[in-house]
């Protein structure tokens, strides 16, 4: 049977894939009986998972209203970007022309499955698209980076799911291998636009997209993260 510490860490990590993923939309409400009774797990150690959400602003959290996924304005989505700008900024310019050869492949390989998942049309393309953007932050080899590009990719994932088109998503594979082809060649004067570019493209598509399962209760969405959690 798993600790306490486990659980809560099982259900934050499920509820997290879940926002990551867009499953869970801005607004949705996260009451602690049907997660609890989704992850067997005690209200306690849901409001704590909750907790470590809310400590990355993907979750809000009111007295006598609940928990909600966080649901930031477009102006903080403007800010939010202008700041991931900067830091992403300072991670390709600490990896141009620094990638090992292992660093490639793995790179490689992130893209490989976020190309599978969007081709497949299966909703882990959001989350291997945004870790295309952590892994490059850990590479870094900067516990401080890494950390902040976490909180920065996960508030990012709940404005696409707030504001992002439909098709928002359709141009970054290829952006993600035209960025990893200039790390390996050290190419600054094209690789510093290209982010820049990536990123504006991202923002810029985010406007006037219809919420995904409206129709569904959070039982039902949290279902398979609830049963992998489990599994683990």
Request: hydrophobic share 40%.
């Amino acid at each position: 049977m798993k600790q306490r510490g486990e659980r809560v860490d099982a259900i934050y990590a499920g509820l997290r894939l879940a926002i990551l993923e867009q499953v869970l939309q801005p607004g949705t409400k996260l009451p602690e009986d049907t997660i609890g009774e989704q992850f067997g797990a005690s209200r306690t150690v849901v409001r704590r998972a909750l907790e470590l959400l809310a400590s990355e602003e993907l979750v809000d959290i009111r007295p006598n209203r609940g928990a909600t996924v966080a649901k930031p304005s477009l102006e903080e989505a403007r800010d939010l970007f202008s700041v991931r700008q900067d830091v992403e900024h300072l991670v390709i310019r600490r990896l141009c022309g620094r990638l090992t050869p292992a660093q490639v492949k793995r790179l490689e390989a992130q893209i490989e499955a976020e190309e599978r998942a969007h081709r497949e049309g299966r909703p882990e393309y959001i989350r291997h698209a945004a870790e295309f953007h952590l892994v490059l932050a850990e590479m870094t080899g900067s516990p401080l980076l890494a950390r902040y590009m976490r909180q920065l990719v996960g508030r990012s994932a709940l404005i696409l799911g707030l504001y992002g088109r439909p098709r928002w998503t359709d141009c970054s594979v290829q952006e993600h291998r035209d960025l990893v082809a200039c790390l390996v060649t050290g190419d600054w004067a094209r690789l510093e636009p290209l982010m820049h570019d990536h990123l504006e493209a991202v923002l810029s598509r985010a406007i006037d997209t219809a919420a995904h399962d409206k129709d569904r209760g959070i039982r039902d969405l949290l279902a398979p993260y609830a049963e992998a959690a489990r599994s683990a």
